[in-house]
């Protein structure tokens, strides 16, 4: 018999094996949900937490975030990958990767082909945040 699980309250066809990031990507495309540490050459470890997801058990209801690249999809389970909350989790986590990031963009040989820029575009960072008196001229200093 057909599994199915729910994204964004819409139905899909679960199939055996498949982890929620997996899941999603096949019905919404591989840059649906964003991931930092997920790379094809490696078994997913759940590290970065970027890729969270909420996961409930009936429409609407409690919600738990979820490493979405190293858990499975569970049968009838609704997943919502863009609640205010998630949306909140992911850049809290890209701010606090940034804060002990060389900021040197403009002269990184990476600079626009940086796959830590593009997740931080992508869920909204757009400035680092510094303690109170602070900024990143005191960080060099370190
Ligand atoms: S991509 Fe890093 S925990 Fe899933």
Avoid: W
């Amino acid at each position: 018999m057909d599994k199915i699980a729910f994204i964004n309250d819409k139905s899909f066809l679960i199939r055996d094996g498949e982890t929620i990031l997996q899941f999603v990507r096949r019905n919404f495309g591989h840059d649906f949900v964003p991931t930092l540490c997920d790379a094809p050459n490696l078994d997913p470890f759940g590290a970065c937490r970027v890729c969270s997801v909420d996961v409930a058990l009936v429409q609407g209801g409690p919600a738990k975030a979820q490493a979405s690249c190293h858990t499975p999809v569970v049968a009838n389970s609704y997943i919502y990958t863009d609640s205010a909350r998630i949306k909140r989790l992911r850049k809290n986590i890209i701010e606090l990767v940034l804060t002990d990031h060389p900021l040197d963009c403009l002269t990184c040989e990476v600079n626009n082909n940086c796959e830590l820029q593009t997740v931080a575009a992508k869920v909204g960072v757009r400035d680092v945040r510094y303690p109170e008196g602070k900024n990143h001229l005191d960080r060099k200093k370190i």
